[in-house]
């Protein structure tokens, strides 16, 4: 499973969808948050007061019908508990691949993810270097004939500020 290639295929889907609300959004993020924490597991436990806690939701009505439509919609598989004492669980759709289902062992995941391209950071590229228009132009403000950032080492932690 690729978190980052995951999250990048659901908001791709969202562009898309144009029925998904901030309140479906919002709770199929806490869906995800679960998700990886039970290690992506095919299929895992929920409980309602928690979901609706972490996805902000405060109603059960809204907290119902959104699980009820994610499921439709396919993002999620949702599985009710019989009765409020059984746990309800869930299935997560996988959107990190382009067809939606993989085998997912370790050697194909390296193998997805390791393009052999490297990102190259240029933002660090006149490291220790400084413009020297900016630095020129630039006043600073002197206080009693002092830089702003000047430090008094001498100082008396005695005396009030």
Not at 1 to 24: A, C, P, W
Not at 143 to 148: A, F, P, R, W
Not at 153 to 159: A, F, I, R, T, V
């Amino acid at each position: 499973m690729n978190y980052i290639k995951h999250l990048n295929g659901f908001f791709q889907r969202l562009e898309v969808d144009e029925k998904i609300t901030s309140h479906h959004i919002s709770l199929y993020m806490a869906l995800f948050q679960l998700w990886n924490m039970n290690r992506f597991r095919n299929q895992f436990e929920v409980n309602r007061m928690d979901l609706m806690s972490m996805s902000r939701i405060g109603s059960r009505n809204t907290y119902s019908r959104c699980m009820k439509q994610l499921n439709d919609w396919g993002y999620i598989v949702y599985s009710p508990g019989a009765n409020r004492y059984q746990v309800s669980k869930v299935s997560c759709t996988r959107f990190d691949t382009a067809c939606g289902t993989t085998s997912g062992t370790a050697t194909e995941t390296a193998n997805r993810t390791a393009s052999g391209t490297l990102f190259i950071n240029y933002s660090n590229k006149t490291k220790g270097k400084h413009d020297p228009i900016f630095f020129d132009n630039r006043r600073e403000k002197k206080v009693n004939g002092k830089s702003q950032h000047h430090v008094n080492n001498d100082k008396d932690y005695s005396e009030p500020l």
